[in-house]
């Protein structure tokens, strides 16, 4: 039985040699494409639309994928907006802070009351500096935290979209399959009494709207990919001395208050 076999393969490659070495090549391939159109052509279409049935199952885990990517997301965001909101509450404290420091060193007394207690107007200056700097580190870094979040949201509602538009799709070619089993047993019966040649174009045409259905999910996964995308540098900010004069006036034009010293 070997022995067979191997005289077998050995005149294939034999015909192959000969047909290269008489240039007979291009004969050879458009036999082989026309015995693949045949052997296609003689595949039951009863199997090919539960082929095209098991394809259309698929969608169901890429849309749990989706699903759970979107919820994920959706934490996220909301994580992002509770950050968002505590920042804003510690700013609008600090600024409190600093407006008190303020009116304390406007006085120019030696002695400012902070907190309940008497510092150092020297210390309370180089304090108010320091928290000065922080407060605009600060602000510039919840600018870019508010920035990201519009981002994420409008990212998640265009993933909503796309998954209400998968959904639909599906149902749509669930619609189909039926349609098309429905038109196939039909031709069944019509078959039973007189012979029919059944035309494949629509069928085709499922099988195409399937590959096209891929490529949309692989766009949608790239889609998804590119959230990581949204980074935040923040502003440094530059070390400078400066007159207590020339801070507070600055602190005070920011909060868009009255220089207590120009009443």
Not at 26 to 47: C, D, M, N, R
Request: with cysteine.
């Amino acid at each position: 039985m070997c022995k067979k076999l191997g005289i077998g393969v050995g005149i294939l490659v034999a015909l192959f040699a000969l047909a290269a070495w008489t240039g007979l090549s291009s004969y050879t391939a458009t036999a082989w494409s026309s015995i693949q159109k045949q052997v296609k052509g003689q595949v039951p279409l009863e199997f090919e639309l539960e082929r095209l049935r098991h394809e259309v199952a698929q969608l169901d885990p890429e849309m749990n994928r989706h699903i759970s990517s979107i919820a994920s997301e959706i934490v996220q965001v909301e994580n992002l907006r509770q950050e968002i909101a505590t920042t804003r509450e510690n700013l609008a404290k600090r600024k409190q802070e600093l407006l008190t420091m303020s009116e304390g060193l406007e006085k120019g007394s030696k002695f400012v009351t902070y907190d309940g207690r008497p510092y150092p107007a020297e210390r309370v200056q180089k304090k108010l500096e320091r928290d000065w700097a922080s407060y605009q580190l600060a602000e510039a870094e919840l600018k870019s935290k508010e920035e990201l979040l519009a981002a994420k949201e409008q990212s998640l509602d265009v993933a909503r979209e796309q998954l209400v538009a998968m959904r639909t799709l599906k149902h749509d070619l669930e619609v189909q399959i039926a349609q098309l089993e429905a038109e196939l047993k039909s031709l069944r019966l019509a078959q039973a009494k007189d012979e029919f040649h059944f035309d494949h174009g629509q069928l085709s045409k499922c099988q195409g709207m399937l590959a096209e259905i891929k490529n949309r999910l692989a766009t949608e996964r790239k889609t998804l990919e590119l959230r990581a995308e949204f980074t935040a540098d923040p502003i440094p900010v530059h070390k400078k001395t400066k007159s207590t004069h020339e801070l507070i006036k600055e602190i005070r034009e920011h909060f868009g208050e009255r220089n207590a010293s120009a009443e």
